[in-house]
């Protein structure tokens, strides 16, 4: 099965760029999309298709992704942006929606 | 304005059957591309998608609980059904119903419901 592997934590100070990758076997070839978690809080949908945001959501975030690794940026963080994210794609081989194990972002 | 919850119990003994019902407003489970997946989420770990419809009755399982699960949609009643097996307390988790519109990205969530099985 395919599996998408996302480091555990990335911490950042305020202001500044954090970036969060998500690896895969030629994830290139897919469309990867990326969720925001607070706690105690339902996912939110931060950017799909790799690199679109939905309706209101802050050009601070963006996505890329190319090779084995697709990355969430999010730039001029503030600290509502402490959260876990998770990284997500559509499997064609095996007809599976796979999660990332999720990143916890921290402000410093 | 898009809305999805889930409803069902919130403790059930091992071997039992789960039930959860997603009640959803805002959209048609009879749209084209209009899909809802199930997802859960045990106590401090990660999301794990269990399964999926969409609008013209094509279904999808997580292959290493197909043998437990059931999805179903009831479009009159804007609901879409999901049934567990077996229950085990590995099972313990928040489950959520999502959202998906063409594609297999969840843009709406439930808030989720709390399951805890006992031993």
């Known amino acids: 099965s395919y599996v998408l592997t996302q480091p555990p934590s990335v911490s950042v100070a305020p202001g500044q760029t954090a970036r969060i990758a998500c690896g895969g076997d030629?994830?290139?070839?897919?469309?990867v999309h990326w969720y925001q978690q607070k706690p105690g809080q339902a996912p939110v949908l931060v950017v799909y298709d790799d690199s679109d945001r939905p309706s209101g959501m802050p050009n601070r975030f963006s996505g890329s992704n190319s090779g084995n690794t697709a990355t969430l940026t999010i730039s001029g963080v503030e600290p509502g942006d402490e959260a876990d994210y998770y990284c997500?794609?559509?499997?064609?081989?095996?007809?599976?929606?796979?999660f990332g194990g999720g990143t916890m972002l921290t402000v410093l | 304005q898009v809305t999805l919850k889930e409803s069902g119990p919130e403790l059930v003994k091992a071997t039992e059957t789960l039930t959860l019902t997603c009640s959803v407003s805002g959209f048609s489970l009879s749209k084209a591309r209009m899909g809802v997946s199930w997802i859960r989420q045990p106590p401090g770990k990660a999301l794990e998608w269990l399964a999926h419809t969409w609008w013209n009755d094509e279904i999808f399982f997580n292959a290493s609980l197909r043998s437990r699960l059931t999805i179903s949609k009831d479009t009159p009643k804007s609901q879409v059904v999901l049934t567990l097996t077996n229950m085990d307390p590995m099972d313990t988790a928040t489950y959520y119903c999502?959202?998906?519109?063409?594609?297999?990205?969840?843009?709406?969530w439930g808030q989720g419901t709390l399951v805890t099985v006992s031993s």
């Open positions: 997500q794609v559509w499997d064609r081989t095996s007809d599976h929606v796979v």
């Open positions: 030629n994830i290139g070839s897919k469309s």
């Open positions: 999502a959202r998906s519109v063409y594609g297999f990205w969840f843009d709406s």
